[in-house]
């Protein structure tokens, strides 16, 4: 079942000389439950499409529907909405609060959108993610593996319709690396969730179902 399409996507920055295309035209299609790997060198474009694909930024032309909707259809407070229930984010640097503890920190989604944290689903992700006896722990208090694991549980905690992952293991050490790659992969085939990774290591990207390579905006290889 198709859950992601992509129709002839471009982003444009600057005019005249000044303009760049970010993303020139691109279209494809995800089904649900798939890994799919992004690959591309920097300026390559392929953090510009997460983003596009994410409804963080609003394309120049083209359109993107997850589950049948039409992101770029929706107001601006709309969009953030569906975002928040429909799009996990995992980033680089893990942007978690430093005030907020591990369990405080997963729950974070629940709580702007006035839901109530399911208990059990918690305490399985804190299993899942090796996090039990680190949930009353601030950020400060955890290695840099450990913050990305509690930044992949605030993607997971609303069972998103997708998870949209940007270089996340670019600020870890090999280890680590490894350790997060091969929870994404646990995510993808035990909770069947629909992931979207940007990478450069072609290594990690081989962990993937498929790969899709950007190169100056534009898909060069896919398969």
């Keep these: 079942m198709e859950i992601l399409r992509v129709e002839h996507l471009t982003k444009k920055y600057g005019k005249g000389e000044n303009e760049v295309i970010a993303v020139n035209d691109v279209s494809f299609s995800i089904q649900k ?45 709309n969009l953030a909405i569906f975002r928040r229930r429909q799009v996990g984010l995992i980033y680089q640097f893990y942007n978690l609060i430093p005030i907020l503890n591990v369990e405080e920190n997963i729950s974070l989604p629940c709580d702007l959108d006035g839901k109530k944290v399911e208990p059990e689903r918690l305490n399985e992700l804190l299993r899942t993610l090796g996090l039990e006896k ?56 035990k909770y069947h969730q629909t992931i979207v990774m940007i990478t450069h290591d072609l290594e990690i990207a081989k962990l993937a179902d498929r790969m899709i390579k950007i190169e100056d905006g534009k898909i060069v290889k896919e398969g």
């Design 33 to 77: 439950g798939e890994f799919i790997a992004i690959v591309g060198s920097s300026g390559s474009g392929k953090s510009t499409l997460l983003h596009l694909l994410g409804g963080v930024d609003r394309p120049t032309s083209g359109k993107v529907f997850i589950e049948g909707k039409d992101i770029y259809e929706l107001s601006d407070d």
């Design 134 to 189: 680190r949930k009353k722990h601030l950020p400060n208090q955890l290695s840099g593996g450990q913050q990305q694991r509690v930044s992949i549980g605030r993607a997971l905690i609303n069972q998103p319709a997708i998870v949209l992952a940007d270089e996340p293991t670019g600020n870890l050490d090999s280890k680590s690396s490894d350790e997060i790659v091969e929870l994404l992969k646990l995510s993808n085939q």
